[in-house]
């Protein structure tokens, strides 16, 4: 039970480049988020999707956007990425809308030069 | 806004110490409350949560948590520390029936000495 697989672990890009981080759960699981870590300010949440057909912003979406590709995947992808958006990414999965018992990702450590 | 405080960024201790992380929120409804630990090079797991009944909630590896509403806090507290417990705590805290995303506090990054 692999539970939720993100992809890659690690990537450089330069500014004005893009990508698209990929996330998968295999636990049958509702809802799925995208958040960002930096230091001295925790977790803050990207965007999120309660349910699968749906996507709605978190605290700091802008730069990013989002797709859950099926109840298994939700990926995000900065378009033109920004040394500001230099970070380690985490996708997290539960099990139903409101439980928020969050299985998190080994994460995507970016960055942006 | 809803924000969550930790007021101890770095604490440092050694084995068989106690440990009290501090966690206060703002929000006066109804709330839930959460402890993650970020283990060095890990992802993030759930220590433990209360959503309600007893406000002392006990979780993995010996540690608990008390909610008290007056105070609007929820501190983590293990009675004697290892070294294995050095790791990065963050208390996290959601509007229950209604919001779906919790709010995380800056963490406390503790290191525990042989």
């Known amino acids: 039970n692999a539970g939720v697989t993100q992809t890659p672990k690690f990537q450089v890009l330069k500014t004005g480049q893009s990508m698209t981080l990929q996330c998968a759960q295999d636990?049958?699981?509702?809802?799925m988020y995208w958040y960002r870590q930096d230091p001295g300010m925790g977790l803050r949440l990207i965007y999120y999707?309660?349910?699968?057909?749906?996507?709605d912003k978190g605290e700091v979406p802008n730069g990013y956007n989002v797709s859950r590709l099926n109840k298994r995947e939700f990926s995000l992808r900065l378009e033109s990425a920004a040394p500001s958006q230099t970070s380690v990414y985490f996708c997290?999965?539960?099990?139903?809308?409101?439980?928020?018992?969050?299985?998190f990702g080994n994460g995507t450590r970016l960055t942006v030069t | 806004a809803q924000s969550v405080s930790q007021h101890n960024h770095h604490v440092i201790l050694s084995e068989a110490a106690s440990l009290e992380l501090g966690c206060n929120y703002s929000?006066?409804?109804?709330?839930?409350l959460f402890w993650y630990v970020q283990y060095p090079g890990q992802h993030l797991q759930l220590l433990l949560k209360?959503?309600?009944?007893?406000?002392l909630v006990k979780g993995i590896k010996g540690f608990e948590a008390e909610f008290i509403k007056s105070k609007f806090s929820f501190n983590l507290r293990k009675p004697s520390v290892q070294w294995s417990d050095t790791a990065e705590y963050f208390c996290?805290?959601?509007?229950?029936?209604?919001?779906?995303?919790?709010?995380f506090g800056a963490g406390t990054r503790l290191a525990v000495h042989p």
């Open positions: 997290a999965s539960s099990p139903r809308q409101g439980t928020l018992d969050l299985h």
């Open positions: 636990m049958n699981h509702n809802s």
């Open positions: 999707s309660a349910s699968e057909g749906t996507t």
């Open positions: 929000y006066g409804g109804t709330v839930n």
């Open positions: 209360y959503f309600s009944g007893d406000p």
């Open positions: 996290a805290v959601n509007l229950s029936g209604g919001y779906n995303k919790l709010i």
